[in-house]
T-cell receptor, first 114, second 116 residues
Framework: NAGVMQNPRHLVRRRGQEARLRCSPMKGHSHVYWYRQLPEEGLKFMVYLQKENIIDESGMPKERFSAEFPKEGPSILRIQQVVRGDSAAYFC????????????FGPGTRLTVL | AQSVTQLDSQVPVFEEAPVELRCNYSSSVSVYLFWYVQYPNQGLQLLLKYLSGSTLVKGINGFEAEFNKSQTSFHLRKPSVHISDTAEYFCAVSSDSGGSNYKLTFGKGTLLTVNP
């Protein structure tokens, strides 16, 4: 059973470009969570999605960031017009229905903004 | 709001020595507590978790942790470490109120390095 998959593992963007980070949850998991780890910081919750629904986006920056989890395909975290402060590791986790206490994490995507 | 403090950013130990990684938290409500491990180039893997019941929690790979409510601590211990335990360890907390137990708050991590 494959774990949570994230791609790309490393992403380099120039200021003003768009970044798209993908997350494929574990098989049978319909709940996805995104976290961001800034340098020298712990992981911070960004957003919680179920298939086709955003459940909680209280940790998402108000502008430029969006997330989706379509009926088919991976969850996407999209960052428009990236700035240097967006450089971080972005982790995705998934869980079986309703059990937020058991989250399985992917290896993360390390975004570098030049 | 909750917060987690991991008191040591790096802990070097020799193989077969005991180790304790410290974690303190703050929260105004009851919490769930977790330890995750991250090996190089891999995702975070759950080591153990405390939800309720016995305050001594046993996890995978011989690790255990003890929930101490009065000291708001959840320290991770292993009596004898191996080279393969070299990794980064994260303590995390979530709240059991308000239906948002999925929202984990993490510490900054402790890098455990086991030397031969």
């Amino acid at each position: 059973n494959a774990g949570v998959m994230q791609n790309p593992r490393h992403l380099v963007r120039r200021r003003g470009q768009e970044a798209r980070l993908r997350c494929s949850p574990m098989k049978g998991h319909s709940h996805v969570y995104w976290y961001r780890q800034l340098p020298e910081e712990g992981l911070k919750f960004m957003v919680y999605l179920q298939k086709e629904n955003i459940i909680d986006e209280s940790g998402m920056p108000k502008e430029r960031f969006s997330a989706e989890f379509p009926k088919e395909g991976p969850s996407i975290l999209r960052i428009q017009q990236v700035v240097r402060g967006d450089s971080a590791a972005y982790f995705c986790a998934s869980s079986p229905s309703g059990d937020g206490n058991t989250q399985y994490f992917g290896p993360g995507t390390r975004l570098t903004v030049l | 709001a909750q917060s987690v403090t991991q008191l040591d950013s790096q802990v070097p130990v020799f193989e077969e020595a005991p180790v304790e990684l410290r974690c303190n938290y703050s929260s105004s409500v009851s919490v769930y507590l977790f330890w995750y491990v991250q090996y190089p180039n891999q995702g975070l893997q759950l080591l153990l978790k405390y939800l309720s019941g016995s305050t001594l929690v046993k996890g995978i790979n011989g690790f255990e942790a003890e929930f101490n409510k009065s000291q708001t601590s959840f320290h991770l211990r292993k009596p004898s470490v191996h080279i393969s335990d070299t990794a980064e360890y994260f303590c995390a907390v979530s709240s059991d109120s308000g239906g948002s137990n999925y929202k984990l708050t993490f510490g900054k991590g402790t890098l455990l390095t086991v030397n031969p």
